[in-house]
């Protein structure tokens, strides 16, 4: 699903104008990345959490020419799902 599918697909269900929840969808975005940007964290509660790690530098490989290649030290953001969210992929029956 793609933003545009996800746009409509939410628009559907709460009976919101495409407008009115592209905005919604821009600002979630937004604020989370705001958020993760000044090193905070995001939790829905049986959603998951948006948060940030610390990768340290190493070293990689080119996997074409097979030559190594520093990889730089970075903050990365990451996303660790709720046990809610968790429960629903994996039940039998899928409800959409």
């Known amino acids: 699903m793609n933003k545009a599918e996800l746009v409509e697909a939410?628009?559907?269900k709460t009976g919101m104008s495409k407008a009115a929840?592209?905005?919604a969808v821009k600002a979630f975005v937004d604020v989370v990345t705001d958020e993760l940007?000044?090193?905070?964290?995001v939790q829905l509660v049986?959603?998951?959490t948006f948060e940030t790690v610390q990768k340290a530098a190493r070293t990689?490989?080119?996997p074409?020419?097979?030559?190594?290649?520093?990889?730089?030290?970075c903050t990365a953001p990451k996303f660790k799902a709720g046990q809610a969210l968790k429960d629903q992929v994996n039940s039998k029956k899928s409800k959409k």
């Not at 940007?37 to 964290?41: F, P, R, V, Y």
């Not at 074409?64 to 030290?73: F, H, N, S, V, Y």
């Open 10 to 12: 939410m628009a559907n």
């Open 21 to 23: 929840t592209e905005s």
């Open 37 to 41: 940007k000044n090193g905070g964290k």
């Open 46 to 48: 049986g959603f998951g």
């Open 60 to 62: 990689g490989r080119n």
């Open 64 to 73: 074409r020419t097979g030559a190594e290649t520093k990889i730089a030290a």
